[in-house]
């Protein structure tokens, strides 16, 4: 019996300092949702076919009205392209980093002309001392199709937002050469004291139309916090 509360007691020592070591401030980890994020609905059973309107989850994001009310496969567009992995290897020399389907901005104007993309807002807010990392798989087909060549590249920017607000982005900070997918990572971290704290975030990616080609692909969104618990 009393070796039986010896043991006992030393458990409970050992569980009690096991409770001292542990840090009081852990980081923690959370993904916040996004809807669609990987532009796999709507559900294209074709590969090679695709949508010119935008995909559930996401708006079109146009301020320089470059992607017309309504809409043509000729005229500029956004949509969701089924690549898969047998259409895939026409425009690209590597596998679509998720699922079967890419967001796409095509914009049929002269480079220069102005930006549109896709935007969503989330139901989460912009919380206190957290850091956010933002990362989108970004992608420029190449090859060529009926004759026309894709060579070129539109350039990029991905927006994380708070209401209105950019509260950081990468423009353009990565060359995507043709038929190659690079991963864009966008990162803020917010201060106790931000003016923007509790309003939505949201998020933006865009083509730039600075490049011969001017489509863009978007596929794979993430946004991952972490926190401090005090």
Not at 1 to 17: G, P
Not at 28 to 41: A, D, M, Q, R, Y
Not at 130 to 147: A, C, E, P, Q, W
Not at 152 to 163: H, I, K, N, Q, W
Request: hydrophobic residues 35%.
């Amino acid at each position: 019996m009393k070796r039986n509360l010896i043991v006992a007691a030393i458990v409970l020592l050992i569980y009690i300092c096991s409770g001292i070591n542990t840090p009081a401030n852990a980081a923690v980890t959370t993904s916040i949702p996004i809807k669609n994020p990987g532009f796999e609905e709507p559900i294209l059973k074709v590969e090679g076919d695709y949508t010119i309107d935008a995909p559930p989850g996401w708006t079109t994001y146009n301020p320089n009205g470059l992607i017309p009310e309504k809409r043509t496969k000729w005229t500029s567009n956004n949509g969701v392209g089924h690549v898969g992995p047998n259409y895939g290897q026409l425009f690209y020399n590597q596998q679509l980093p998720e699922g079967k389907n890419i967001g796409f901005v095509y914009l049929a104007q002269k480079t220069g002309s102005g930006i549109a993309g896709f935007e969503q807002t989330l139901d989460a807010v912009l919380e206190p001392n957290t850091s956010y990392k933002l990362i989108v798989d970004i992608g420029n087909f190449g090859g060529m199709f009926k004759g026309v060549s894709f060579a070129g590249f539109p350039g990029y920017r991905v927006e994380l937002l708070a209401g209105d607000t950019v509260l950081a982005a990468d423009h353009n900070n990565l060359y995507i050469k043709d038929g190659e997918f690079k991963t864009s990572t966008v990162t803020f971290t917010s201060a106790a004291n931000n003016p923007y704290l509790g309003q939505k975030l949201g998020i933006r990616l865009i083509n730039l139309l600075q490049g011969k080609f001017s489509g863009l692909d978007f596929d794979n969104v993430r946004l991952i916090t972490e926190t401090v618990d005090t």
